[in-house]
C-alpha cells in the first residue's frame, strides 16, 4: 500500500501547510532522527531542518494549486543550505520545477552547491517504496511490551486503564503501542488522542507516526486547524475535541496524555462522559493534582506503574550524579527553626541565603571541565532570569559562546531551530523556564542546574526527567540543585531513599553507573536527613503550612 498522505490528491487539498506535514512525516519513514519545521518570517528560506546520522539536512516546500516553481525557490534553498549549515538541501514541490529554475540549480551544482529536487511524481514514489511503518532503532523494552499488554487487558475487561511511567520510560511510545494493536485489529477504528496544550498536541501527533501504518491519516485538531475529515487518528486539544464531539464525533478509542489535567469536572471531565461509548486509557508520569483528586477513580488503578527510583535502579533510566548546593544554609535559622515551629514561607526567607550567580557560574564550570561532551539545560525562575544567565554565560566562557536561553514567549520557530542547534551539540547550554516541562525529548542533555526551586513536586519530577533519557555514550545525568526552598530538600531525599529502597546487588551488577545524592555539604545533609523524616508528605505542602522539627544539638 501507498503512503496515503503522499498521494496527489491529499497533497493539493492540503496547501501549503499540508505538503510540509506530509513532508516531516515521509522523512521519519526515510530514517531521519530529528524533524522541526522552523517555516515563517526569517526561516532564511527553510521550512525543515532535519538530522540522519550527524548530517544536517535543509527542505524548502513549495506548493502549488497549479503551475511550475519558478526559480525563487532554487535560490531560497541555496541561502538556506549556507545559513544553516547544511549538508544536503531539497526543494520538495508537489508539481515540479521549471526550465529556468532547473537552469539555476544545473548551475549551481557546477559550482559544488548541489540542490536535489522532490516533485510531486518522487513524492509519490517515496510514498510506494518507503516501508509500511517508521523504522526504529530499538524494539519494545520488556517491561514497555508488560505495560501495553496490562493496559491492553484492562480495556479489554473494564473499558478504561491508567499507565504510569516516569518521564524518559517512553509513555507515549506505550500509548503508541496501544494504538498500533488496535488498528491491526480495526483498520477502520477511529482513534482520539488528546491533550492540553497546543504544542504538545503537535509534538504528539509526530509521535503516533512511528506507530501506525502509512495508510492511516492522522488529523491535527486545534484552534488553528480544523480538518475537513476526522477520520483516521485525530490528534487535539480538548477545547476543540470537545467541539466536534459536542456536534456528533464518536472516536472508537481515547488517549488521554499528561491525565494528571484530567479533574472531577472540566472539559477532560465532559469529553469523557460524552465519549462513555469508547474505550478511554490515560498516560501520565506524575498522576499528583494540585486540588487532591484521584485521578483513578476516572480510570482505575494503574495497569501499568514504574517510578523514577524503579526506572534507574533497573537501568532504563540515567544513572544521577546529584549535588545539592546547601553551602548557603544560615545554622542560626536551623537552631531556631528547630525550637519554634515557622511557615515554610518563612523558613525559607530566613534558612537559605542568597548565592551569587558568579558563584554558581564557578561551580558550572568545575563540573563542566570534568565531562565529556556536555549539553546542559540550566532551569531558571523567570524569562528575565533566564535570558540574564544566558547572556552571563556566553561571556563567561570560550566553550559557552552560544549559550542561548528558550522559553514560551519566544516564537515556535525561534525554538525548533534552538533545539535543532542543541541537538547537533552547536549551542551547548540552554537556559529555560517552563518549556522542558512536558513533551520535550532531549535524550543527549547530560547535564541539569536548578537555580531557583519549583515548588511542585510535579514540575520537579518533570524537569528532573529532561535528563533521565539513556543516550549512546551518556554514562550518567549531572544535576547541580543550588536548592532554595526546604521542599526541594524533602523531593530530593525521597527520591534517594526510593533509590536506597530499590537498589539490590542483583540491580547494582546490572547498572554500568550507580546513582548517587549528595550534599554539598555533609553535615547539612545528615541534620536534613534527621529534620526531614516524612520527605514525601513535606515536599508537597503549601508555603502557609507550619513545622515543627526535632531539636538539634551540637549546633555552634
Given amino acids: 500500500m501507498s503512503a496515503v498522505f503522499l498521494?496527489?490528491?491529499?497533497?493539493?487539498?492540503?496547501?501549503?501547510?499540508?505538503?510540509?506535514?506530509?513532508?516531516?512525516r515521509a522523512l521519519w519513514h526515510l530514517g531521519f532522527n530529528d524533524v522541526r519545521v522552523i517555516d515563517g518570517a526569517g526561516d532564511h528560506g527553510a521550512d525543515l531542518l532535519a538530522v540522519r546520522g550527524r548530517e544536517q539536512w535543509v527542505f524548502q516546500c513549495k506548493w502549488k494549486a497549479g503551475g511550475k516553481v519558478d526559480r525563487k525557490g532554487v535560490d531560497d534553498l541555496e541561502r538556506a543550505r549556507t545559513r544553516y549549515r547544511a549538508d544536503k538541501a531539497i526543494?520538495?514541490?508537489?508539481?515540479?520545477?521549471?526550465?529556468?529554475?532547473?537552469?539555476?540549480?544545473?548551475?549551481?551544482?557546477?559550482?559544488?552547491?548541489?540542490?536535489?529536487?522532490?516533485?510531486?511524481?518522487?513524492?509519490?514514489?517515496?510514498?510506494?517504496?518507503?516501508?509500511?511503518?517508521?523504522?526504529?532503532?530499538?524494539?519494545?523494552?520488556?517491561?514497555?511490551?508488560?505495560?501495553?499488554?496490562?493496559?491492553?487487558?484492562?480495556?479489554?475487561?473494564?473499558?478504561?486503564?491508567?499507565l504510569v511511567l516516569a518521564t524518559g520510560l517512553g509513555k507515549t511510545v506505550v500509548g503508541g503501542e496501544i494504538i498500533s494493536r488496535h488498528l491491526k485489529t480495526k483498520p477502520d477504528a477511529?482513534?482520539?488522542v488528546v491533550a492540553?496544550?497546543?504544542?504538545?498536541?503537535?509534538?504528539?501527533?509526530?509521535?503516533?507516526?512511528?506507530?501506525?501504518?502509512?495508510?492511516?491519516?492522522?488529523?491535527?485538531?486545534?484552534?488553528?486547524?480544523?480538518?475537513?475529515?476526522?477520520?483516521?487518528?485525530?490528534?487535539?486539544?480538548v477545547e476543540s475535541v470537545l467541539g466536534a464531539v459536542r456536534v456528533g464525533y464518536r472516536p472508537d478509542l481515547i488517549m488521554i496524555d499528561e491525565t494528571h489535567h484530567v479533574a472531577e469536572s472540566g472539559r477532560f471531565a465532559e469529553l469523557l462522559d460524552l465519549c462513555g461509548d469508547a474505550e478511554q486509557f490515560g498516560v501520565t508520569a506524575t498522576p499528583w493534582r494540585g486540588d487532591k483528586f484521584d485521578i483513578t477513580s476516572r480510570f482505575g488503578y494503574p495497569s501499568f506503574k514504574m517510578g523514577i527510583a524503579e526506572g534507574m535502579a533497573a537501568g532504563f533510566l540515567s544513572a544521577?550524579?546529584?549535588?545539592?548546593?546547601?553551602?548557603?544554609?544560615?545554622?542560626?535559622?536551623?537552631?531556631?527553626?528547630?525550637?519554634?515551629?515557622?511557615?515554610?514561607?518563612?523558613?525559607?526567607?530566613?534558612?537559605?541565603?542568597?548565592?551569587?550567580?558568579?558563584?554558581?557560574?564557578?561551580?558550572?564550570?568545575?563540573?563542566?571541565?570534568?565531562?565529556?561532551?556536555?549539553?546542559?539545560?540550566?532551569?531558571?525562575?523567570?524569562?528575565?532570569?533566564?535570558?540574564?544567565?544566558?547572556?552571563?554565560?556566553?561571556?563567561?566562557?570560550?566553550?559557552?559562546?552560544?549559550?542561548?536561553?528558550?522559553?514560551?514567549?519566544?516564537?515556535?520557530?525561534?525554538?525548533?531551530?534552538?533545539?535543532?542547534?542543541?541537538?547537533?551539540?552547536?549551542?551547548?547550554?540552554?537556559?529555560?523556564?517552563?518549556?522542558?516541562?512536558?513533551?520535550?525529548?532531549?535524550?543527549?542533555?547530560?547535564?541539569?542546574?536548578?537555580?531557583?526551586?519549583?515548588?511542585?513536586?510535579?514540575?520537579?519530577?518533570?524537569?528532573?526527567?529532561?535528563?533521565?533519557?539513556?543516550?549512546?555514550?551518556?554514562?550518567?545525568l549531572r544535576v547541580l540543585d543550588f536548592v532554595t526552598d526546604i521542599r526541594r530538600v524533602a523531593?530530593?531525599?525521597?527520591?534517594?531513599?526510593?533509590?536506597?529502597?530499590?537498589?539490590?546487588?542483583?540491580?547494582?551488577?546490572?547498572?554500568?553507573?550507580?546513582?548517587?545524592?549528595?550534599?554539598s555539604d555533609e553535615t547539612v545533609g545528615s541534620l536534613m536527613d534527621h529534620w526531614i523524616q516524612d520527605a514525601a508528605d513535606l515536599e508537597t505542602k503549601a508555603d502557609e503550612v507550619h513545622l515543627q522539627f526535632p531539636l538539634t544539638t551540637g549546633i555552634e
Fill in 491 to 519: 523531593a530530593t531525599l525521597d527520591l534517594r531513599r526510593s533509590l536506597e529502597a530499590q537498589e539490590s546487588e542483583h540491580l547494582r551488577l546490572r547498572m554500568p553507573h550507580a546513582s548517587r545524592i549528595e550534599f
Fill in 7 to 24: 498521494s496527489a490528491d491529499e497533497l493539493l487539498r492540503g496547501g501549503p501547510p499540508g505538503l510540509t506535514q506530509a513532508l516531516e
Fill in 320 to 476: 544521577v550524579d546529584y549535588r545539592l548546593f546547601v553551602d548557603n544554609v544560615d545554622w542560626h535559622a536551623v537552631r531556631d527553626a528547630s525550637v519554634h515551629g515557622q511557615s515554610i514561607k518563612d523558613l525559607n526567607k530566613s534558612l537559605f541565603l542568597p548565592q551569587r550567580d558568579e558563584e554558581i557560574i564557578e561551580h558550572f564550570r568545575e563540573v563542566w571541565r570534568t565531562m565529556t561532551e556536555p549539553r546542559a539545560i540550566v532551569f531558571c525562575q523567570t524569562i528575565e532570569h533566564a535570558e540574564h544567565m544566558a547572556r552571563l554565560f556566553a561571556s563567561s566562557d570560550a566553550a559557552w559562546t552560544n549559550a542561548s536561553f528558550l522559553h514560551s514567549a519566544l516564537p515556535r520557530q525561534r525554538r525548533q531551530i534552538l533545539l535543532n542547534e542543541f541537538r547537533l551539540g552547536r549551542v551547548p547550554v540552554i537556559t529555560c523556564v517552563d518549556v522542558f516541562n512536558e513533551g520535550v525529548d532531549v535524550p543527549d542533555v547530560n547535564l541539569i542546574a536548578f537555580l531557583r526551586v519549583t515548588h511542585s513536586r510535579r514540575i520537579f519530577v518533570q524537569q528532573l526527567g529532561r535528563g533521565l533519557r539513556l543516550s549512546p555514550g551518556k554514562e550518567s
Fill in 196 to 237: 492540553h496544550m497546543k504544542d504538545l498536541v503537535a509534538q504528539l501527533e509526530k509521535a503516533m507516526w512511528r506507530h501506525i501504518p502509512k495508510y492511516v491519516p492522522t488529523r491535527l485538531l486545534t484552534g488553528e486547524n480544523r480538518p475537513e475529515r476526522l477520520d483516521g487518528v485525530v490528534v487535539g486539544t
Fill in 91 to 162: 526543494l520538495v514541490t508537489n508539481t515540479d520545477i521549471n526550465a529556468p529554475a532547473e537552469a539555476r540549480r544545473i548551475a549551481l551544482n557546477g559550482v559544488g552547491v548541489p540542490i536535489t529536487v522532490w516533485h510531486g511524481a518522487t513524492l509519490r514514489s517515496i510514498g510506494d517504496r518507503m516501508p509500511e511503518t517508521v523504522p526504529t532503532q530499538y524494539a519494545l523494552r520488556p517491561y514497555q511490551a508488560e505495560a501495553a499488554d496490562a493496559v491492553v487487558r484492562d480495556l479489554d475487561a473494564n473499558r478504561t486503564a491508567l
Fill in 190 to 192: 477511529r482513534i482520539l
